[in-house]
T-cell receptor
């Protein structure tokens, strides 16, 4: 069954604005990861946050994790047209596998 | 010098045929995966191998048979293809099972007519 669910399903913003995507999950996790998928391409790992971490930064990306609410958010600051892609959260709940959410489609208009 | 490569990139075939997809990684990782991404972009794991041994086998029809000749290669053979098999199939690898980032190939777009 699907573990992570992203919200919103689709997001359209202007270049320079910030984009926030949310992910909710159902079970306890070891870590949560965010991936980007450009149209017609494979997934690219963006950032991993462990269950004992609350916030992590990587360049223009900021990820938060609230294990009490079983939710995470991905913030992309000062968005660019090249950020246009689908973004997926994936949870590692043990069992040697990741479970992916349905993704958020982000469109950044220039 | 592509990290995870898959062949072919596109595969169009008739119902009932048998086809194979090949995957190779040059990252020195021990673990490889096959995922299926459906038309709604939902990505689901099918199989995982660690050092040539099967460690994950989700509820996948037995028409799908993975094979890992060595830890750098993981192939997927599909027998008696059905319309519902149409999807994008992704290979991925990671240093070890479960933990950490996974590195994905470019995908194989399979269309069954």
């Amino acid at each position: 069954s699907q573990q992570g669910e992203e919200d919103p399903q689709a997001l359209s913003i202007q270049e320079g604005e910030n984009a926030t995507m949310n992910c909710s999950y159902k079970t306890s996790i070891n870590n949560l990861q965010w991936y980007r998928q450009n149209s017609g391409r494979g997934l690219v790992h963006l950032i991993l946050i462990r269950s004992n971490e609350r916030e992590k930064h990587s360049g223009r990306l900021r990820v938060t994790l609230d294990t009490s609410k079983k939710s995470s958010s991905l913030l992309i600051t000062a968005s660019r047209a090249a950020d246009t892609a689908s973004y997926f959260c994936a949870t590692d709940a043990g069992g040697n596998k990741l479970v992916f959410g349905a993704g958020t489609i982000l469109r950044v208009k220039s | 010098d592509t990290a995870v490569s898959q062949t072919p990139k596109y595969l169009v075939t008739q119902m009932g045929n048998d086809k194979s997809i090949k995957c190779e990684q040059n990252l020195g990782h021990d673990t490889m995966y096959w995922y299926k991404q459906d038309s709604k972009k939902f990505l689901k794991i099918m199989f995982s191998y660690n050092n040539k041994e099967l460690i994950i086998n989700e509820t996948v029809p037995n028409r799908f048979s993975p094979k890992s000749p060595d830890k750098a290669h993981l192939n997927l053979h599909i027998n008696s293809l059905e319309l519902g098999d149409s999807a994008v199939y992704f290979c991925a690898s990671s240093p070890n099972p479960g933990a950490g980032a996974q590195y994905f190939g470019p995908g194989t777009r399979l269309l069954v007519l």
